[in-house]
């Protein structure tokens, strides 16, 4: 079977910090990337950061350029995301999605989310006093 599943979502301050994790399984993430993608209340899905092992590219968004990083647990098979000197503009379902090896990471990021088939089921961020 394969699987995403995210975790690590929760309440923080402004100006504080998350890690979020994607557990892989079944997707090879030395082949597949591992985008982040985030969902505000009435607003569309949009990505965040894309990640690929195959070509050891990374994008981010100008949104959270310089605030949030991704690695991988190789051991774990799990990617994370750092989040750092959080808004409340970040306050969103954040999701993360494997990705085949067809587009750059950053077309992977601004692709229609429609086109990208497998995701996780999410993990709420809420940014608030």
């Known amino acids: 079977q394969s699987q995403l599943v995210e975790s690590g979502g929760g309440l923080v301050q402004p100006g504080g910090s998350l890690r979020l994790s994607c557990a892989v399984s079944?997707?090879?993430?030395?082949?597949?990337?591992i985008g982040w993608f985030r969902q505000a209340p009435g607003e569309g899905r949009t990505g965040v950061s894309c990640?690929?092992?195959?070509?050891?590219?990374?994008y981010y968004a100008d949104s959270v350029k310089g605030r949030f990083t991704v690695s991988r647990d190789n051991a774990k098979n799990v990617v994370y995301l750092q989040m750092r000197s959080l808004t409340p503009e970040d306050t969103a379902v954040y999701y993360c999605a494997a990705i085949p090896p067809v587009a750059s990471v950053q077309r992977m990021c601004e692709m229609d989310p429609l086109a990208i088939g497998s995701w996780g089921q999410g993990t709420q961020v809420t940014v608030s006093m």
């Open positions: 990640f690929s092992s195959s070509s050891g590219s990374t």
């Open positions: 079944g997707f090879d993430l030395d082949y597949y990337a």
